[in-house]
Every structure is written in C-alpha cells, then in structure tokens.
C-alpha cells in the first residue's frame, strides 16, 4: 500500500477533535467544576471550596431517594419490557400475513420521542379531558398510583425494542435444532428451555444491558409528564440533576452529583465492556 | 373439515390478538391524532367521544393562527435533523474507514467508542451550558447540531466500519496502484458501495435528532428550540390547549411516519446491526 503513514490518523482526526472538544474536555472541565462553588449567576466567579459539593450531595436525602427510585424503575421496567419483548418475538415468530405491516406499527411507540409520548399522556391521564381517566374514574398520576403508571408507560413504549433484538435472534435458531428435539420427543416448553434460551442468551443479555442502561437515564417522559412529582415520588437520578442545574442554579453542586452517577454507571459499564470483549474474542 | 375449522379459528384468534396488542401499544398516538380532529366541545365531553365529526381548526391554528410558533419549531427541527445526519456522515466515513482499515489505535475500537455511548449525557452538558455561555453558543441551532452529532457519531461509527469491513480490499487495491489519494478513494469507491449502511445510519441519526429532548430543553430558550421542547410548551400555568397541543403532537410525528413505513427495512437493519454487534 503506497497510503501515507499518517494519512491514516488525519481521516480520524474530525471525530477525534468534536469528542475531546464536545465531551471530553467539558467533563474535565466538569471535574473543576465539582470542586468550587458555582452558581448559574456566578458562572464565570468560581471559588474553590475543596469536596464540600461532594458532601452536600451525599449528605443530601433527596439524592438518596432520587437513586433509590431510579434503581427500582430500572429493575422492574427492564425486566418485564424483555419478559414482554420475548412474548412477542415468540407470537410473531410464525408465518403471518401481513406481518411487515404489522411489525411496523409494533415499532411504531419506540420511535416516537419519549418527549412526545410524555405529552400524549398528559392529555390521556388528564382529569377532565383523558379518556383513561374516565373510564377508571380516577386520576393515574396522584401520588398512590403514579409509579406504576410511569413503569407501565415506559413498558408500552421499550417493549417494541426488547422485541426487535429478540425476535432477530429467534431467526438465528438452526431449525434442525427443533426438529431433532422433535425426534427425540421434546414438547414445546421443553424446546423453550433447552434450546431456545441457550441459543438467544447473548441477545437477552443486550437487551438487559441497554434497556438497563438506558432506563436508568431516564429524564424526558417522565420530566414531560410529572416533572418528578407529585412531591419528588417519580425524580429519577437524571431529573434530580438537572433541577439541581437549572432550577436550584447550584452548577457546582450538580456538577459533583453528575460525577457521582457516572461513578455509579462504571460500574456495569465495565462489566459489560469486559463481557463483550471476552465474547468477541 | 373439523380440522379445518379449528386452523381457521385459530387463526383469526391470532390476529385478534396481534390487533388488539397494536392498539394497546400505540393506544396513545391513537388517541393524540382523534384528539387533534375534535371540536373542543367534543374533547371535554364526557363520556370521551370515540365517534365524531372531524375538523382541522386545530392544524390550522397551530399552522397560521398569531401567536403559535409552532412553524417555526418544526422549521428548526428540520434543520436540526438534516444538518446533524450530514454532519455525523461527513465525520464518522473517513473515520469508519480508517479504522476498517488500518485500525491506526490498536485493540478494538468499538469498545473505546461504546464506553463514550454510554457515558450520561449530564456528566458533560452542565459543563457545556457554561462553556457555550462563554462562546454565546447558547439558544442557537448550532449548538444543537455540534451536540447531537457528538451523540450520535458512536452509533453510525458502529455502522458504518461493519459496512466497510464488508467491502473487499481487492476493489480499491485497483485505485491505489494509479496512486489515487485516500479521500478519492472514500468518495468514488467506498461512498456508492457503502450507500445502503450510510443511508441507514443517518435514517438512524435523523431519528434520533428529531426526538432529542433533553440537551434541547438546555441548551435553547426561544430561537432554537425543536418539536419535543416546543410541544410542551402548549401546557401553561394558565391553560391547555389540548386541540392545538394534540395537533402538534401529530405534525410532529410525521417524520417517524414516514420513517418507519417507507425505510423499516434500514431501520431494522442499523437498530439489530448496532445491537447486536454490541
């Protein structure tokens, strides 16, 4: 190859200069922030006042309910989306007339933004305008009912996207497979078990993985719907961040409880870094 | 015939029931777009109004009426959209190739690029809302377009090196013996052999542009801001327009419309191409 050496390095430069510029830098710049205090009004007067942020944080009991909520918003979403998701590719993994179409419109909830899927249901749940709250005869975003209406929310929208992974990987299933369990007598349950699941494993693990992940970041639809309340019952970590920003103005404080998340989110991160790295090779 | 019987039952058993879940999945947009349609004296009736004469007073109001800027919403996140998918393209090929290619920083690339995916978006905007400040980048589309590519850059990477490490050496090893540059060879010979995965990836990016909320919702306060962060603004302490918001939520989901009806076949392709190849 005549290709010069460092021609090579040029064609990565752009997206290497908008990551550092864009992301990297400003999280540097983010660490700096953490350590002084900083108020929106006061941006450009920082004054170093060592770990405090990071105590106020951790001392901070909204912080510590905002965490706690998240965790278990996380947990059960993920986990019943991908329950959901498996029942579906199972439903759809059979000969359907139609099916294209009828794909289409399952896609159809996870491509809308969560913003937008956030205001439809202000309108649904509406006390005097929502057809759901009519027909239930009761309000789903007082405090009793609000965090299974979140959860179930989220369930309608990610489900359509545990389904896509899983139903491409019951196409990955050899078909012999079946049809030898077949032979041998196997029932369905038994084929579910002992051939399917070990065969679509590493699919239900990235759907664990991004619906975790992704799930645990959650601002947009519930920030639309119920700005974290009513009181701070549905603030997620994400949401508790940004009133911390922009409404309470402390950007040191927030700062430092940015780098605590991403402290927290490492953690998997990692694991499932070294996971995919052991897979491919 | 009893067999027979019995299939066909079955049968439409199945697809009562694949209606009934569609419904229930998109039972939100369904009502959003029966909702744009009604009077308001048909919104607030109750018992809810399943049947009903359709107008578009709230379309037009949303369109042409003083006093809604929701023209200008749209307006912007089209441009938002569009610039960011070129943008991210014209970053992420050069780069997707070098590192099919040559893979000029060692190991595997993927899992440094994956790592930086994952990284919350609040750990790095705080920081950006005071840098921008700084810049007077603030409330311009500019700034929404430099942050979204930066989001979105991973995702096509991803794509874009596995369409490229699909392409035979073979095919430019031809170009490079009458010496042409690398970029002539990225423009003539690998951008119409890896068209499909490029469309693909900024169908992706497009998306996910449009839907973008949160960034949005800090860093634009009037000049810029797109559908997600304008469609809210319809709840006020005063009132809602329900009609007018309802109609807004429809125009704003067009896009995706067409998106998912016309192009599912990339949209499949670049979501299980970039999951599973995670």
């Known amino acids: ?281 | 015939m009893h067999k027979r019987f019995r299939r066909r039952l079955s049968s439409i058993l199945l697809y009562t029931i694949i209606i009934i879940i569609l419904f229930a999945f998109n039972f939100p947009i369904i009502s959003s777009v029966l909702t744009s349609l009604k009077t308001n004296a048909d919104i607030s009736s109750s018992p809810p109004k399943w049947i009903f004469k359709p107008i578009l007073t709230h379309y037009r109001n949303v369109l042409y009426a003083y006093g809604y800027d929701f023209k200008k919403f749209f307006l912007n996140s089209i441009i938002i959209s569009l610039a960011t998918s070129l943008l991210v393209i014209i970053i992420t090929l050069p780069a997707a190739y070098s590192i099919a290619r040559f893979n000029p920083l060692g190991g595997n690339p993927l899992v440094m690029v994956l790592s930086l995916r994952l990284v919350p978006i609040l750990v790095f905007i705080i920081p950006i809302f005071i840098l921008f400040k700084y810049l007077s980048l603030l409330d311009t589309k500019l700034s929404l377009i430099l942050m979204n590519t930066v989001i979105n850059a991973p995702l096509s990477l991803l794509l874009l090196v596995g369409f490229v490490q699909d392409i035979p050496k073979s095919i430019e090893e031809a170009a490079r013996i009458d010496s042409a540059s690398t970029l002539a060879i990225i423009w003539h010979i690998i951008l119409p052999l890896v068209f499909p995965g490029i469309a693909a990836a900024a169908c992706l990016v497009f998306i996910f542009t449009w839907n973008e909320y949160f960034m949005s919702l800090i860093l634009s306060f009037q000049k810029s801001i797109p559908v997600t962060v304008g469609s809210a603004l319809f709840i006020t302490a005063w009132e809602v327009k329900w009609g007018e918001m309802a109609a807004a939520i429809t125009l704003s989901i067009i896009p995706v419309l067409i998106f998912i009806f016309f192009l599912q076949k990339y949209l499949v392709l670049a979501f299980t191409a970039g999951a599973v190849k995670e």
Do not use: C
């Open chain 1, 1 to 281: 190859m005549i290709t010069k050496k460092s021609t090579k390095y040029y064609l990565i430069l752009p997206l290497f200069a908008i990551f550092f510029g864009l992301m990297i830098f400003p999280t540097v710049f983010g660490w700096y922030l953490s350590f002084n205090e900083v108020f929106l009004s006061t941006f450009n007067k920082p004054i170093f006042n060592g770990i405090e942020n990071y105590i106020n944080v951790l001392s901070d009991r909204m912080f510590a309910k905002s965490l706690i909520f998240t965790f278990r918003f996380t947990i059960i979403t993920t986990l019943i989306e991908l329950i959901i998701g498996l029942g579906l590719a199972i439903l759809f993994n059979r000969k359907i007339q139609g099916k294209r179409f009828f794909i289409s419109f399952l896609l159809l909830p996870m491509m809308v933004a969560p913003a937008l899927i956030g205001v439809m249901y202000r309108l649904i749940l509406n006390e005097f305008v929502g057809p759901v709250s009519y027909y239930l005869g009761k309000s789903l975003l007082v405090s009793q009912y609000v965090i299974p209406t979140v959860i179930i929310i989220d369930v309608l929208q990610w489900s359509p996207f545990a389904f896509l992974i899983l139903y491409a990987a019951l196409q990955t299933v050899p078909k012999e497979h079946y049809e030898a369990a077949s032979i041998e007598g196997a029932g369905g349950t038994q084929k579910f078990w002992y051939i399917t699941l070990p065969q679509i494993r590493p699919f239900i693990i990235i759907v664990l993985l991004i619906r975790g992940i992704d799930s645990f970041k959650t601002f947009d639809m519930i920030n639309v719907l119920t700005s974290g309340g009513p009181g701070s019952m549905t603030t997620t970590v994400s949401i508790y961040i940004y009133k911390l920003a922009f409404q309470s103005a402390n950007i040191g404080k927030s700062a430092a409880a940015s780098l605590l998340l991403l402290l927290i989110f490492s953690l998997p991160l990692t694991l499932a870094l070294r996971k995919i790295y052991r897979e491919r090779s």
